[in-house]
């Protein structure tokens, strides 16, 4: 990709919670975090994942509004994984699917439209571009279901309400920082699913590993009887954190 938009140190807003989810797919890490920083940026919800494993397992606990999809990853490829998508249920045939992908041959642009996917860009890209392509994709999509009731995650004596971003031990209310809240909301998102460090970096907070370190140990502090020794916010060691909940 060419330029992306510069540091966020000061910080970026925390998307609103009817902000369009996106999913990105991609196996390079390094593309994964600067599309993650720079939509989270542009106020979209983000969710990445580094192969057509790993998105598959986001769609079915997950709803999204649109999927940045690259073509060439290790398995199984974009254009067969838009391809099992666009055949699979109604949830999953509607989600609109933008290919973000070097293979940018007039061929490989046919082949990705004739498959069901909505727009096909290719890398290097510039990000305004980017962003004005993803916008009229979602202009033109139906608009979503309402959802239901939000979502509560239990976890010991903890519980999390996703919609209201509220934190509760038993009955009384644990005050969380922004940070800490959009954090624990990707979390409890993906729960038992290990969310990438650059993921959690990317959704409104500052795209540091470190920083996200730190504010993990801050939140373990609020939540872990013994935050050495984490029950429910654990290490996946080298590639991020996971949240387990109760079942």
């Not at 890490?29 to 720079?38: F, G, N, P, T």
């Not at 139906?142 to 010991?156: H, S, T, W, Y």
């Not at 209310?173 to 993921?199: F, G, K, P, Q, Y």
């Not at 504010?215 to 984490?230: S, Y």
Request: proline share 5%; charged share 30%.
């Amino acid at each position: 990709m060419s330029q992306l938009p510069g540091d966020s140190s000061q910080g970026a807003a925390v998307p609103a919670d009817d902000a369009a989810h996106l999913l990105i797919v991609d196996d390079d890490r390094r593309i994964r975090a600067l599309l993650s920083r720079m939509l989270s940026e542009e106020g979209y919800r983000v969710t990445a994942a580094a192969d057509a494993e790993e998105a598959m397992a986001r769609l079915k606990s997950l709803s999204f509004d649109l999927i940045v999809l690259d073509v060439m990853m290790p398995g199984e490829d974009g254009f067969a994984f838009a391809e099992r998508l666009r055949a699979g249920g109604p949830d999953l045939a509607r989600v609109p699917i933008l290919m973000l992908t070097a293979r940018s041959e007039a061929d490989d642009r046919v082949r990705g439209l004739e498959i069901g996917a909505d727009d096909y860009l290719g890398k290097p890209c510039e990000p305004r571009e980017l962003t004005l392509r993803i916008a009229s994709i979602l202009r033109r999509a139906p608009p979503r279901a309402i959802a239901g009731p939000p979502a509560l995650v239990r976890f010991g004596d903890f519980s999390f309400d996703l919609g209201r971003g509220e934190l509760r031990q038993r009955d009384e209310i644990v005050r969380l920082t922004d940070r800490e809240r959009e954090m624990l909301r990707l979390l409890a998102e993906n729960a038992s699913e290990t969310v990438a460090r650059e993921t959690l970096a990317g959704s409104g907070m500052a795209a540091n590993e470190r920083t996200v370190d730190v504010q993990v140990n801050r939140l373990r502090r609020k939540i872990e009887r013994d935050p050495a020794n984490p029950l429910y916010l654990q290490t996946a060691r080298g590639a991020g954190y996971r949240l387990l909940i109760d079942r």
